[in-house]
């Protein structure tokens, strides 16, 4: 193996075994009730996996999108209720917009199709507007902010209290919270020029990659779970994982989680390659997407009543599937996105696109 490869398996291979030594049944109920497990993050932050993205002249590892992605993968199969995507992604904003990068919790917004703006107010700055299911807000120590300024878009840092918050959860009950933004001054190291790549689409292919990533974890989870039910389950005298009929199910999912981990590892690598990875990305979140559909339906169906059962393990991986899906553009997005820049190449640049990567 390469020493990148190396690497990578090492950071898996330490992320496993943090992630199942403090992810139990009772951390995960506890963090249902307060919104995430601090701490676990505080196992992340000792361990430096916040920092694996970051440059190493800002005291991070230097890490790449790959590297990222193998510990990403590795916290979403245990269903881990931290922000740590949301930090790597506010972290990357900060470091490429040269602003100071907090050792703490951070997210990000807009995650939506949603304007921030910045205008200048007598000798200082003002931000105003709304950004609506900003992962953990009011959990974060600091919020990153992609908005555009007068002459152009700039990066800004906000502590949580400079806005008003609204706490909402997603399916899973990760918080997903509302941010109301009215005349909020901003200091001189609050804020910076975005680099001119530094765009809300580039925000939104990363945060779509890295759900991606945790989309294929998720899976992993739940098709684990699935398999060992029904090497488990006895009907009609017989093991129902000895029965054809879910055995062929039970080989679909497997083709489903195969391919979204695949797709996931894959968009990284090309965003690690080529720095530009919109079609491996978007092609990446829609397989993720359709995939998640397909495994949780047959995790379900496996276990049947049980799998509902809030006492049970499954509704932590499917639950986060189902939310998933829907951020940072779901897959009808996505496909229309592919669709136009596959028209726009022309049946000549068809082939090309497709085996670019």
């Known amino acids: 193996m390469s020493d990148a490869t190396d690497i990578r398996s090492m950071l898996a291979e330490s992320a496993g075994n943090l992630f199942r030594d403090l992810v139990d049944p009772k951390l995960l109920a506890d963090a249902k009730t307060a919104g995430w497990s601090g701490k676990l993050w505080r196992a992340v932050q000792d361990a430096e996996f916040h920092r694996i993205l970051l440059p190493e002249s800002v ?3 230097g890490g790449s999108w790959s590297d990222a992605a193998a510990v990403l993968r590795v916290a979403a199969r245990h269903s881990a209720p931290i922000p740590l995507a949301e930090t790597w992604l506010a972290g990357w904003l900060l470091a490429e917009a040269k602003l100071p990068v907090p050792d703490e919790t951070l997210t ?3 995650v939506r199709d949603e304007i921030l703006l ?3 107010a007598g000798g200082t700055w003002r931000l105003d507007g ?3 299911r900003v992962p953990y807000a009011r959990i974060a120590h600091r919020i990153v902010l992609l908005a555009q300024g007068e002459d152009g878009d700039v990066v800004v840092c906000l502590d949580r209290g400079q806005c008003q918050i609204v706490a909402g959860r997603n399916l899973a009950g990760e918080p997903r919270d509302t941010l ?3 005349r909020v001054g901003l200091a001189s190291e609050q804020i ?10 580039a925000l939104m292919l990363r945060g779509a990659l890295l759900r991606a990533v945790q989309i294929g974890g998720a899976l992993e989870a739940a098709l684990a779970l699935a398999v060992r039910y029904a090497q488990e389950r006895v009907q009609f005298g ?3 994982g000895q029965f054809q009929a879910l055995q062929q199910e039970l080989a679909r999912a497997a083709g489903e989680v195969a391919a979204a981990v695949a797709a996931g590892l894959s968009a990284a690598g090309v965003l690690d390659r080529e720095g530009d990875a919109d079609t491996a990305i978007a092609s990446a979140k829609i ?3 359709q995939a998640a559909y397909e495994g949780a339906m047959v995790a379900h169906q496996v276990h049947g009543a049980i799998g509902v059962t809030d006492e049970y393990a499954l509704h932590h991986a499917t639950l986060r599937l189902m939310a998933w899906r829907e951020e940072f553009g779901h897959e009808g997005h996505w496909a229309a996105r592919l669709g136009r820049e596959v028209i726009a190449r022309g049946a000549d640049g068809l082939w090309p696109l497709l085996t670019a990567n």
Do not use: E, M, S, W
């Open 118 to 120: 910045v205008r200048r």
């Open 180 to 182: 109301t933004f009215k």
């Open 238 to 240: 017989r093991k129902i």
């Open 192 to 201: 910076a020029p975005a680099p001119r790549a530094l765009t809300h689409d």
């Open 287 to 289: 397989r993720a997407n």
């Open 130 to 132: 709304t950004a609506t």
């Open 59 to 61: 005291g991070g590892a």
């Open 108 to 110: 990000v917004a807009p």
